[in-house]
């Protein structure tokens, strides 16, 4: 049977809505990357009898399973029983997992509950897993089970910045040794903004990749995400020059399949020694917390006036009264005085405003709801651009947020904006 890998991810709270499982993806990702593919990923309430039914199709499938959850001190949290009852073994208090919790309870000035120590039960013979980041060490246990083969558990916590460390540093070593010889699968990645997925699909099938080259989207609102990919000793640089002249016009706006366009803004202002403030109206907000989600944002972003009501708009950022009367707050007019003097009252290289009809209600046939307007103003280049998106609130405020994240990139990079932005070649944004 073909080396495979499955994952069981416990708890109620992954079936009702409250929690989205992205340790899985995370694992489907890492895997791919060495020319492995999950076989299945079952999500398993928080009940004894399903966890073992489903421990036990899996391990019929896969040589390597990966719990994911249940390892905490609550009545809930039945990974450790059912592991061992899979195995036919009892739990046992393992000392080096009691020491953890008890030093990890002194560092933060705690007192070490009796309740918890549940997390320091582990079956028996497993092999413990360190979790440097939480309380509930993990373990792996191997064992016949009830497939045709040998089978390893995993069991992870599903926390997922705890279950991403704890899968590199041990669980990942433990498949590439195990998996034999693997195909690594090559991968290029553009990200967008600014393309549908639909058309984005269309514009690169129709650019002529080989066949031996496969192509993913994902829409990951408003961006879509394109990857190519191929076997190991396939040449893709040929094919990625293909994708970057049917996705043209400045809508990449990185290879890097780990960057955000934050990161790439921020980059570029770091780059070019340049800083940026905001005034914002109907993003209240949202590009500031953005530019400031990354490290190292202090370097390029000095501060933001959220000027949601006229009067402050008026008051901080000096629009006078009559443009505010002739215009109104939705206009170009007055989103280049609050760019012109957030960046003047900042003393920044560019000053960014936002100002809008984010609704539900407020809008109107000359201002429909979805309809925004962004201000650029810069040491060489200032202008402003309105755009209409949807009549969802909280998709309007995201859309707006990244055009004026987009249209700042662009003006770092000396791109042009298109009559169509910030859709390419024209098509109609979906509604939201």
Do not use: W
């Not at 780059?271 to 907000?285: F, I, K, L, N, R």
């Not at 109107?364 to 060489?380: H, L, Q, T, W």
Request: hydrophobic residues 40%; glycine residues 10%; contains cysteine.
């Amino acid at each position: 049977m073909t080396f495979s890998v499955s994952i069981l991810a416990t708890g109620s709270e992954l079936l009702d809505g409250r929690v989205v499982d992205t340790n899985s993806n995370f694992v489907a990702r890492e895997l791919s990357s060495i020319g492995l593919k999950l076989k299945r990923v079952l999500l398993v309430d928080d009940d004894m009898e399903e966890l073992l039914e489903g421990l036990r199709t899996l391990s019929t499938v896969s040589q390597v399973v990966i719990t994911s959850g249940g390892l905490g001190p609550t009545s809930d949290d039945l990974t450790r029983d059912l592991v061992a009852q899979f195995f036919g073994v009892g739990v046992t208090e393992y000392p080096a997992a009691r020491k953890h919790l008890e030093e990890y309870y002194v560092k933060r000035g705690r007192p070490l509950d009796d309740s918890n120590l549940k997390q320091a039960l582990l079956p028996e013979g497993s092999t413990m897993i360190p979790n440097e980041l939480g309380t509930a060490p993990g373990f792996v246990m191997t064992g016949r089970g009830n497939g045709p083969h040998p089978v390893t558990v995993c069991s992870l916590s599903g926390v997922p910045r705890e279950f991403y460390k704890m899968f590199y540093d041990t669980v990942f070593p433990l498949i590439k040794k195990n998996a034999g010889a693997t195909t690594p699968i090559l991968r290029r990645a553009f990200r967008t903004f600014g393309v549908p997925e639909s058309v984005a699909g269309k514009l690169v099938q129709a650019s002529g990749l080989p066949k031996e080259v496969t192509v993913s989207y994902r829409a990951a609102f408003p961006e879509v995400h394109v990857v190519l990919k191929a076997p190991e000793g396939v040449d893709l640089d040929a094919p990625a020059n293909k994708v970057r002249a049917a996705l043209n016009r400045g809508v990449i706006y990185t290879e890097d399949s780990e960057q955000t366009l934050v990161q790439k803004v921020q980059a570029l202002l770091i780059a070019q020694s340049a800083t940026v403030a905001t005034a914002e109206s109907c993003t209240g907000g949202m590009v500031a917390t953005q530019l400031t989600e990354t490290p190292g944002s202090s370097e390029v972003f000095k501060g933001s006036v959220v000027a949601y009501d006229n009067a402050v708009k008026i008051s901080a950022l000096h629009v006078p009264t009559q443009i505010l009367e002739a215009h109104g707050a939705v206009s170009a007019e007055t989103v280049r005085v609050m760019a012109a003097q957030v960046r003047k009252a900042m003393n920044t290289t560019y000053g960014i405003a936002t100002s809008g009809v984010a609704g539900p209600g407020g809008g109107s046939a000359e201002k429909p709801v979805g309809m925004f307007y962004i201000g650029v103003s810069g040491p060489e280049r200032s202008f402003e651009l309105q755009c209409t998106f949807g009549s969802e609130r909280r998709s309007v405020r995201t859309y707006a947020t990244y055009v004026a994240l987009d249209l700042l990139r662009r003006t770092l990079e000396g791109l042009e904006i298109p009559d169509t932005y910030p859709v390419l070649g024209g098509v109609v944004a979906p509604k939201a």
